[in-house]
């Protein structure tokens, strides 16, 4: 049995973390939930975003699945995302993305997007300039890159095609404008592609052009490496490559924890209707079982998701059909007993 922490979370949150535990438990995932709140749910319960009960419990399991959190736009508390990122130094966030429906736009795309996750303009070092009589004349972020920081993304890029049988790294960047921040990156990346050359082949594109080129022809990308702003923007892009959100985990790692959850947000706008994609959160809770050497049980559930789609018998409104989030989780768990079965 492996002890994990969950986080059912906000607003789409909790229904689609239902489905996905009822499909791991019917596939006979060897997990001990620890359940803990966050975000907007831990402020109203507790009154606090993030909780030293949750903390305390991820320092223990070393590992958590998580649903998405509200943050509140422009004022309030800031992203406890970011802070869950920060505080356990999950400094690389994997975001795989393979067509999964057949018949969107694009047929089998397979890429992965390693986005670093404490650095950039996401690493939160930002104010206000006053000038005369208005206290937010100016506001100012920084954008902080380090070289240890880049060290370790590209070289975790490098190892991650590696150990996945993939050939390619692409480092995204803008270092033909920020020359200081973005040309380090770049610099550093450079420098790391060279211990690996040989066995991986590197390339390097500026982000602007690189979001054409995904659309254009998402095939010549293998594993893209990029800083943390851009690997936002860009895993929203890929996922839409796939058929949108509702196909998109991540994983987000460290030394001392792991932290699963889906690309997507709490989707306030579906909150409530039950007809939300689980699919993002288990595949994140497969990407999970990948890491707790439980690699079988995860291809089982991927096997039978994979078939459902096939089947398009069973899709959500997300994707253009009218089964509901629990409907959904019975027709993969009918497909995990048929496996079962054959
Ligand atoms: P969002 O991802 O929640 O929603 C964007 C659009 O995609 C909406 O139309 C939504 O209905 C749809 N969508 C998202 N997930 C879906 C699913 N599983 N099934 C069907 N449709 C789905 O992004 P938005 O609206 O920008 O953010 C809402 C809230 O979520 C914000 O408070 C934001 O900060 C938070 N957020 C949290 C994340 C996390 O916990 N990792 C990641 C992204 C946003
Ligand atoms: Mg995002």
Known sequence: MHDVTLIPGDGIGPGITKTTLDILEAAGAPVRWHEHVAGVTAMETVGEPLPQATLASIEETRVALKGPLTTPIGSGFRSVNVALRKHFDLFANVRPAYTMLPGGRY?????????????????????????????????????????????????????????????????????????????????VGREIAKEYEGRVVFDDKIVDNTAMQLVLDPYQFDVIVTENMFGDILSDQV???VGGLGFAPGANLGERAAIFEAVHGSAPDIAGKGIANPTSLLLAACLMLDHLDEAEVATRIRTALQQTFEARDALTADLGGSTSTVEFGAAVISRLDQAAVA
């Not at 089998?108 to 104010?127: K, Q, W």
């Not at 380090?146 to 070289?155: L, P, Y």
Request: proline residues 1%; contains cysteine; hydrophobic residues 40%.
């Open 239 to 241: 996922a839409g490559l």
């Open 107 to 187: 047929e089998g795309v397979d890429l992965v997007i390693v986005r670093e996750n404490t650095e950039g303009l996401y690493a939160g070092i930002e104010h206000y300039i006053g000038m005369e009589n208005d206290p937010r004349a100016c506001a100012e972020s920084v954008m902080l890159i380090t070289r240890f920081g880049s060290r370790r993304i590209v070289r975790f890029a490098f190892e991650y095609a590696l150990s996945h049988g993939r050939e390619k790294v692409t480092l995204v960047h803008k270092a033909n404008i920020l020359k200081y921040t973005q040309g380090l990156f770049l610099d």
